[in-house]
């Protein structure tokens, strides 16, 4: 299907032109601006990424295909989305512009969805759900399925303030939920019926049918959250989580981190410590290395090549070179050397394809 920006008579609209977006017909370095600067851009600001490890699982190698084809409902919007392996982040730049606080409630179709906000990670496979809040940063690492070259997700934008729940929103974020048996089949079967039915509903039965469809989200997602913790417990620990979070952030650029100095940091004991991370499926030392291996990234992706691997080692608490370069071959699959190469050469792209026609060679 040819580019198009605006609107599609697109495939199961029932001829209804309908805001579509497509990097098809593109260039590769204009794929990834186009996908960065305006899909990216048009339901809240995130910033996607393409590493080594997203390249070498992936049936793309260069550029960023995809598109967007997005309906407004009532009060909410409906937006099927489908690219290749890739990171999308929602940081701390984006929730400042953000234009509105929303909720995001993303059905997988195909492919796989790994998400974390709030402390917690989960992995949405096709047929569950997840819900992520544009107030706070959070991460999709979405990837492609074995026997087709996208991923797609349904996603319904819903405003935050229709939330209406006994569970807390900063609870149920980032916990995928089945839509094949209980409840979340419930939630699935109409948020698919939603989609492919709303251009034959009138307007004020769609808006009675969006507030049924927000009123079973919350009962779902209760239910599910409520199913593992009692939202109080939950609460106070996911808190406690975050606070240990950012000591470690604070931390790690000065040297050793210490599950003691964390835990005193939190006002709790080592034990406690502990506990909290080995709910949510992790470990302390983990979330150490984390943090560890995304400062190493960062300082790859802009330090000059004058900067040796050995001093970036040294500065995020690797032992040596080597040390740096088994954890990016264990968790990255890629060693720092290709992870600058790839991100040297994504930068230079970047900047080529930015380049005003009258600065190019031969103009």
């Known amino acids: 299907m040819a580019y198009v920006l605006g609107t599609l008579v697109a495939p199961g609209t029932g001829g209804i032109p309908v805001p579509y977006w497509s990097t098809s017909g593109l260039s590769v370095q204009d794929q990834a601006r ?37 309906e407004p409902l009532a009060s909410t919007n409906g937006a099927e989305i489908a690219s290749c392996t890739q990171l999308l982040t929602h940081g701390a730049a984006e929730v400042r512009r953000a234009p509105q606080e929303v909720l995001f409630v993303n059905l997988q179709l195909s492919g796989t969805c790994f998400g974390e906000q709030d402390g917690r990670r989960c992995i949405v496979r096709p047929g569950s759900f997840a819900i992520f809040d544009t107030t706070r940063p959070y991460t999709l690492e979405f990837r492609e399925p074995s026997n087709e070259p996208n991923w797609r997700v349904l996603s319904f934008r819903i405003p935050r303030d229709h939330w209406r729940s ?28 939603l989609w492919s039915e709303q251009s034959n509903i009138d307007d004020i039965t769609l808006k009675t049918l969006e507030r049924s469809f927000t009123d ?3 009962a779902a ?11 109080d417990d939950e609460r106070r620990d996911a808190a406690l989580r975050r606070i240990v979070r950012h000591y470690i952030r604070a931390a790690v650029p000065l040297g050793r981190v210490s599950a003691e100095g964390a835990a005193r940091e939190a006002a709790i004991s080592v034990r406690t410590l502990h506990r909290l991370f ?34 970036i080692a040294t500065r ?22 290709q992870y600058r190469e790839t991100h040297r050469i994504a930068a230079v792209s970047a900047q080529i394809a930015a380049m005003p026609a009258e600065d190019s060679i031969g103009s």
């Open 34 to 70: 186009y996908w960065g600067d305006v899909v990216c851009e048009a339901f809240t600001p995130l910033s996607p990424r393409r590493g080594r490890v997203h390249i070498d699982h992936s049936a793309t190698a260069e550029g960023i295909p995809g598109w967007v084809r997005s």
């Open 166 to 193: 006994t569970v807390r929103v900063d609870d149920a974020t980032s916990c995928a939920i089945d839509t094949n048996t209980g409840p979340g089949h419930v939630v699935g079967t109409m948020m698919s019926a």
């Open 216 to 218: 079973v989200l919350t």
């Open 221 to 231: 997602t209760s239910s599910r959250v409520g199913a593992f913790a009692t939202s």
């Open 278 to 311: 080995q709910a949510v499926g992790t470990t302390f030392s983990a979330c150490v290395r984390d943090e560890r291996l995304r400062g190493a990234m960062s300082d790859l992706e802009v330090a000059p090549d004058s900067v040796m691997l050995s001093e």
């Open 316 to 337: 995020w608490g690797f032992c040596d070179s080597s040390h740096l370069t088994r954890t990016f071959q264990r968790h990255l699959e890629c060693t720092p050397t």
